[in-house]
T-cell receptor, first 113, second 105 residues
Framework: DAMVIQNPRYQVTQFGKPVTLSCSQT?????MYWYQQKSSQAPKLLFH???????NEADTPDNFQSRRPNTSFCFLDIRSPGLGDAAMYLC????????????FGPGTRLTVT | GIQVEQSPPDLILQEGANSTLRCNFS?????LQWFHQNPWGQLINLFY???GTKQNGRLSATTVATERYSLLYISSSQTTDSGVYFC???????FGTGTRLTIIP
């Protein structure tokens, strides 16, 4: 089945220790998105890639970076995690012409100790 | 930017009951979707419904774009319907505030 996969599902990191979350997709979609969802809140878009074209949201902290080495994979790097970065991180994909139809992965729950 | 509000914020129902969830948006939209987020965090797309009415089994949704609201109906609720329901507007998916639904056996 075509799908969006996120690894790991649970990640624990220490305050200030860089961490990378990964997302892969078998849907061959052009667009990949990263969302942050804090407890009891709605998902918030951090950035997205249209092919290799990176699009950052205006209020995304510099601490968050992303890489997309190929169509299938996209990474979220948090350079120096703070306690406030503990959240669920959701990856999604879509076709470029159907951006409203996003397919979400299961998420990675990040804990910062 | 557009504001998306959902009501009620919390809803607790007995299994078998029907429910209506509401989504209000502050401006015209070119896209409106409903999602279910299960207790494990997975977001599942329920409906893409910028206008009109759609049905899928026990679920149906109606969007009245001119009046800037959408409704999600759940009939004969089951415990597996528990979770948070989000509506999201436009292509950049501005999410609403969510409704947490708990179905009690």
């Amino acid at each position: 089945d075509a799908m969006v996969i996120q690894n790991p599902r649970y990640q624990v990191t220490q305050f200030g220790k860089p961490v990378t979350l990964s997302c892969s997709q078998t849907l061959n979609h052009n667009v990949m998105y990263w969302y942050q969802q804090k407890s009891s809140q709605a998902p918030k878009l951090l950035f997205h890639y249209y092919d290799k074209d990176f699009n950052n949201e205006a209020d995304t902290p510099d601490n968050f970076q992303s890489r997309r080495p190929n169509t299938s994979f996209c990474f979220l790097d948090i350079r120096s995690p703070g306690l406030g970065d503990a959240a669920m991180y959701l990856c999604a994909t879509s076709r470029w012409d159907r951006a409203y139809e996003q397919y979400f992965g299961p998420g990675t729950r990040l804990t910062v100790t | 930017g557009i504001q998306v509000e959902q009501s009620p914020p919390d809803l607790i129902l007995q299994e078998g009951a029907n429910s209506t969830l509401r989504c209000n948006f502050s401006d015209s939209v070119n896209n409106l979707q409903w999602f279910h987020q299960n207790p494990w965090g997975q977001l599942i797309n329920l409906f893409y419904i910028p206008s009109g009415t759609k049905q899928n089994g026990r679920l149906s949704a109606t969007t009245v774009a001119t009046e800037r609201y959408s409704l999600l109906y759940i009939s004969s609720s089951q415990t597996t319907d528990s979770g948070v329901y989000f509506c999201a507007a436009n292509e950049k998916l501005t999410f609403g505030t969510g409704t947490r639904l708990t179905i009690i056996p």
